[in-house]
């Protein structure tokens, strides 16, 4: 105490070494705080004032853990004590004499940092203390109030901003701070002097807590993991075994394009690991720069595959997961203040998302588009898609990085110059790849240094017999026999019936042996495959699966693929014979890799498909090294060379392509997207585009300039967009088409038949409905079967008969070509056969039983498969398409739910378990009768009991069924509350009173 009386306290502050806090870590901790290493680093300088001069450190809690983690006990020194003890002392004093009103003000007060030190502290200034005292203490004071503030309004409401919802969301480090403040405060029977010194200290994290967040929010490094949190290392190792990089991709990562985020395009051999730095660019961007990412695939089992696999660490990391393929996908996406989306999208669902981004000024959300498989970008009309789309979103914003990965690329300089990129190629390969041909019984190496490129190797060590040596000419068993059972085979054969004979033929000649191999586990896969099937189960996999052999190409059904994939990945199957679709679509490795003949179907093997096809061969962490044969006749030996010596294919702009189709919709686009108005501006726009930069190639016909006013005038002609002497304008039809990703060839035909169905439309069924959706292109690729025609016409009821009159296909019609007469009438037989498709669709969506459907028609179910899955996509394009024309509205609620009801092609109970990624119709009545009957309760399974519950669940399948759950409902639970934040909120325009007067 001075002479005034007043008390003398000084209070220094120290930070004493900090602890790891790893135990302290959890999926709930914030973003910014989990990179805590680097954190710290990053505040290294920053520190607080010594609280003790000399002495040694007080111990003020008996626990042996630290609560605080990283932000340790902070010192004290005994001249503190001897103050504390002295302000208790007068505290005491003044309790002899309490002031009742004073003590009930401080009782009703629920900030327990006033209800403590600062009570007795702050009954007199700190006139003596240095300025660096002075701030802290209105840092405390400040933050007092802002706690008073927070815990005074107990009202939730989604009118509050951002920093109120993060508060939400403290970190379980906070949450115990929080715990043993109001501990401290409450009373006990710990003396006053220990209350008092638990308060100091406990401000003293709380500043150097606020502080470290300050920092930390500055920048974008918030870990060790290449730039990201030391969660996301953990991860890496716990969910997919990864615990180093390659030096390539250390070095891919550390570029200083990719570090100032320029556009980068980087190839390597297949299995390389390209996908992982594209992976670990997405999570930065997610993560450290808070923006969304595009993830666009080829195929739509790679976008599922992508989703599951990142579901996961979306859980984990705190953003969304969100797949956009088939009729999945919302446009524009649901806007989100407080995550990021990862969009993982196939190419034409991509080119959608990117339009309605920039049709809603929403493209600097954006961060980054990852595209992979790159080379398609020569890929016919999907290759004039990915174009547009990258175009547009280099034309529209600055800030969006480009990313694109291929393992088969020839032109480089084309496509950097396009994308405005840097390159980084590679020849690694984890697995070292050896290529060799076989010529009548020898096999040659591969060797380009070689004049003739073959270097002769060994000759086949195999004993055939004369009717083996018939059976199989080119010693297809003796290759195959070399590695199978111990090792994994792929067949590559050049059509889909070669597939299932060459299957069959190895299995006549294997021994018994291979039989008695997984017996069990075999067992299994043939009782899937048997409900899959709903009882009915292919010949050709009855009798090969139990020698560990099957065949894989796309008159499979989705069910089947998976199921087969799945067991040759787990090795109960060590071989599959299989089209090149295999090649491109998964990812499935095997030790050695034989292309049955160097041709897909009558057509000689690109390079990019042979290297693709060959890249399959060698598993990284499996085998030392991958083998590739490729069988050869004497006449194809000149090709030959080529096709495994020869530079990679150039890859060429399709704008100008098929037909040349391309061009007008992408100008369509522009007009309706506002990006262009003039033909002027059009010709701007193409500036960025890869057909600029090859137009002296693709343009020697017709100049660019010459396509453009050849596709303005087309699309003036269809009634798309309207000319006029100062600017382009798109029509209400031309938006439609655009926005409903209508192939510009069948706008107006789906209009005709869109406005003719409205005048007696059949709503006692579906089939009118079916038929308005059936995809135009999967016309040309079924012929009816007359007799099956007329026999299903026949089971439909007199109003179902009556539509199909309507749309141009009588009974009459039908009753005469399955007589084998001739019919004079004109038919429209382009209108037949969609009318023969919608039987089939609509017979299928009555009895759900695809086995049968195809059986009934004569079909391959691969087939019917792939009709539903281009009718759900093609229902949902019509969807779009219908809400932008005011005269077709009825069908707007009508499509929604035959999207839906196409998309699953289900009983209703299933649909909620089958929207879950990676959850197919089988695997769905499993989990069904299991108990498993909605989302929620997927998504709140124990992955352990799920695995243990369902027949043949590995526990990967199971985290990744459950995550996708979880991702899915809490995707849906936040769009939920963006909704409600939306309604609530006030708008921005909202009149005043001022703007009253005005009026």
């Known amino acids: 105490m001075n002479a005034s009386g007043r008390q003398d306290l000084q209070i220094k502050r120290v930070s004493s070494r900090k602890r790891s806090r790893e135990d302290l870590r959890t999926h709930r901790t914030p973003v910014r705080k989990r990179g805590g290493a680097t954190c710290l680093q990053k505040c290294k300088d920053w520190r607080l004032s010594s609280i003790m001069a000399e002495g040694r450190a007080v111990e003020y809690c ?42 009930r003000a401080r009782q009703t007060r629920e900030d327990v940092l006033t209800d403590s030190i600062l009570d007795v502290l702050t009954d007199e200034p700190f006139e003596d203390l240095p300025t660096s005292q002075h701030r802290f203490q209105e840092q405390v004071d400040g933050a007092a109030k802002r706690s008073r503030l927070e815990d005074g309004d107990k009202t939730s409401t989604p009118l509050r901003d951002a920093e109120d919802k993060s508060r939400a969301r403290r970190s379980v480090t906070e949450e115990m701070k929080r715990t043993m403040l109001c501990n401290a405060a409450a009373p006990s029977s710990v003396s006053r002097s220990v209350g008092l010194k638990e308060a100091v200290v406990s401000e003293e994290i709380s500043v150097a807590m606020q502080a470290m967040e300050e920092v930390c929010a500055e920048t974008t490094d918030l870990g060790p993991f290449y730039g990201l949190p030391t969660k996301v290392k953990e991860l890496m190792f716990t969910l997919r075994g990864i615990k180093d990089l390659y030096d390539w991709q250390e070095t891919c990562l550390n570029l200083d394009c990719v570090q100032q985020r320029r556009n980068l395009i980087y190839s390597l051999p297949t299995s390389g690991g390209k996908t992982l730095v594209a992976e670990i660019l997405v999570l930065r961007e997610l993560l450290c720069r808070r923006k969304d990412c595009l993830f666009i695939l080829p195929y739509i089992s790679l976008v599922q595959e992508k989703v599951r696999g990142l579901a996961s660490f979306g859980l984990e990391l705190d953003f969304m997961v969100e797949e956009y393929a088939g009729s999945k996908g919302r446009f524009p996406p649901v806007r989100r203040r407080n995550n990021r989306s990862v969009y993982v999208a196939t190419i034409e669902k991509a080119h959608s998302l990117v339009n309605s981004l920039i049709e809603t000024g929403r493209m600097d959300d954006l961060g980054l588009v990852v595209v992979d498989e790159l080379h398609m970008l020569g890929d016919g009309s999907r290759g004039a898609i990915i174009e547009m789309t990258l175009a547009k979103v280099l034309y529209t914003t600055k800030s969006t990085q480009i990313i694109g990965m291929s393992a088969t690329l020839g032109n480089i300089r084309d496509l950097q110059t396009f994308l405005r990129a840097e390159n980084y190629t590679n020849d690694f390969r984890p697995v070292q790849l050896k290529e060799y041909v076989k010529l009548n019984d020898t096999i040659y190496e591969v060797d380009p240094k070689e004049e003739e490129c073959f270097k002769f190797s060994r000759l086949l060590n195999f004993k055939y017999s004369s009717s083996m040596q018939k059976v199989d000419p080119d010693h297809i068993i003796a290759l195959v026999t070399e590695v199978i059972p111990a090792h994994s085979c792929l067949v590559f054969c050049p059509t889909k019936k070669n597939c299932e004979n060459v299957v069959g033929m190895i299995c006549k000649y294997l021994k018994e042996e291979f039989l008695h191999l997984r017996e069990e586990e075999k067992a299994v896969l043939l009782r899937e495959l048997k409900a899959s099937g709903n009882g009915s189960m292919c010949p050709v996999l009855r009798r090969t699966v139990p020698y560990g ?331 779009h398409f219908t809400e932008e024309l005011e005269e077709l509205w009825p069908f707007r609620a009508l499509l929604t739910e035959l999207t839906r009801r196409l998309s699953y092609c289900v009983t209703s109970e299933l649909i909620p378990l089958m929207e879950v990624s990676g959850v197919m119709e089988s695997r769905a009545k499993q989990l069904y009768n299991a108990g498993y009957r909605t989302l929620t309760h997927l998504a709140n399974a124990d992955p352990s009991v799920l695995s243990d519950t369902i027949e043949n669940l590995f526990k990967k399948q199971a985290n990744q069924i459950v995550a996708s759950a979880k991702m899915l409902l809490s995707e849906r639970a936040s769009a939920l509350q963006e909704e409600v934040d939306e309604l609530l909120m006030k708008p921005s325009d909202q009149p005043t009173a001022e703007t009253r007067r005005l009026v």
């Open 62 to 103: 008996s626990d042996s853990e630290d609560l605080f983690g990283d932000y340790d006990s902070i010192l004290e020194d005994s001249s503190l004590l001897v103050r504390l003890d002295a302000a208790e002392q007068n505290e005491r004093r003044r309790d002899d004499q309490p002031d009742f009103t004073a003590l």
């Open 549 to 879: 052999l099957a065949y894989h190409h796309s008159g499979l059904t989705s069910e089947e693929r998976k199921l087969v994939e799945e067991a040759y990945s787990n090795g109960v199957l060590c071989l599959l014979t299989c089209t090149s679709t295999l090649a491109a679509g998964i990812n499935l490795p095997a030790r050695r890799v034989i292309l049955r003949s160097p041709f897909v179907a009558s057509d000689f093997l690109k390079r990019s498909q042979y290297k693709q096809m060959v890249g399959r061969a060698g598993r990284a962490g499996i085998d030392a090294a991958g083998e590739s044969v490729l069988i050869l006749q004497d006449k194809d030996r000149h090709m030959a060379k080529t096709l495994v010596c020869a530079p990679m294919e150039n890859c060429y702009s399709n704008l100008m392509r098929d037909d040349g189709k391309g061009l007008p919709s992408l100008i369509l686009s522009l007009i309706g997207l506002n990006i262009t108005s003039t033909v002027d501006r059009v010709r701007d726009f193409l500036c960025g585009t890869l057909l600029s930069v090859q137009q002296k190639h693709l343009c020697a016909e017709t100049s660019l300039t010459e396509a453009v006013q050849q596709s303005v005038d087309l699309l003036k002609d269809k009634d798309l967009i309207t000319v006029t002497a100062q600017s382009l304008q798109v029509t209400k039809l031309g938006r439609a088409t655009f926005k409903g990703s209508v192939d510009l060839t069948y706008s107006d035909i789906l209009y005709k038949d869109l406005s003719k169905g409205l005048e007696g439309l059949l709503l006692n069924s579906c089939l009118h409905l079916v038929y308005l959706v059936t995809p135009y292109d999967m016309i040309t690729q079924c012929r009816p079967d007359w007799m099956v025609f007329f026999r299903q016409f026949t089971l439909l009821t007199a109003a179902e008969q009556k539509m199909s009159a309507a749309v141009g296909v009588p009974e009459s019609f039908i009753a005469r070509k399955a007589a084998g007469q001739t019919v004079r009438k004109t038919v429209n037989m382009e209108v037949v056969g969609r009318m023969y498709l919608a039987l089939v669709l609509f017979s299928l969506l009555k009895e759900t039983n695809l086995w049968s459907v195809a059986d009934r028609f004569q079909l391959s179910r691969g087939f019917i498969q792939s009709l539903l899955s281009s009718s759900s996509a093609f229902c949902s394009c019509v969807l």
